[in-house]
């Protein structure tokens, strides 16, 4: 959206917000911001103004398929793009010819060949382009979500 505006407010993204707590958050926000804001310009007291070019970003509309993760990132950005991308479209990764969904994750300094699979502190990880990402929470194909101990712990075959 470029077109003009009357006001703005910014919130703080939390290192545990994701795409659905964010949302949750500016749904509040935009709702008390235009009861604030809607009466003021219907009296003319404040105009629209155009918004800054400069740091303007295009985001296309998100597709399931933005979701595959891809190793040869670094863990730190795949972690983000997991909570980003929660809960829709929502993260996954190839496993055993199915798409392994991914819910939450975190960053773990390390050196692990690119794509490698093993075990970090009794969870599922995957070494990336710069440290591993280990997975807390995971969905396997036609399961529900699960820790990631529990999932390593139902027999499934990792490294």
């Known amino acids: ?10 919130v703080e993204i939390l290192p545990t917000d ?10 509040v926000l935009g709702g ?18 155009p918004q800054p070019a400069e740091g303007a970003t295009y985001a296309p509309m998100l597709q399931k398929g933005d979701g595959r993760l891809d190793f040869t990132r670094p863990a730190l950005e795949l972690e ?4 980003a991308f929660s809960p829709w479209p929502g993260a996954f990764m190839d496993w055993q010819g199915a798409p392994l969904k991914i819910h939450r994750a975190h960053v773990k300094t390390g050196d ?27 969905q396997p194909p036609g399961k529900g979500k699960m820790p990631g101990k ?6 499934r075959k990792w490294e």
């Open 32 to 49: 008390e911001l235009l009861l604030e804001t809607l009466p003021r310009y219907l009296n003319g007291e404040i105009q629209p103004q």
């Open 150 to 155: 529990a999932f390593l712990a139902g027999g």
């Open 80 to 83: 983000r793009k997991i909570r």
């Open 112 to 138: 692990w060949k690119l794509g490698k699979r093993g075990i970090v502190d009794g969870l599922p990880a995957v070494g990336t382009a710069k440290d591993l990402i280990v997975f807390d929470e995971l």
């Open 1 to 10: 959206d470029t077109g003009p505006m009357l006001a703005q407010r910014s």
């Open 18 to 27: 994701t795409g659905g707590s964010l949302f949750e958050k500016l749904s």
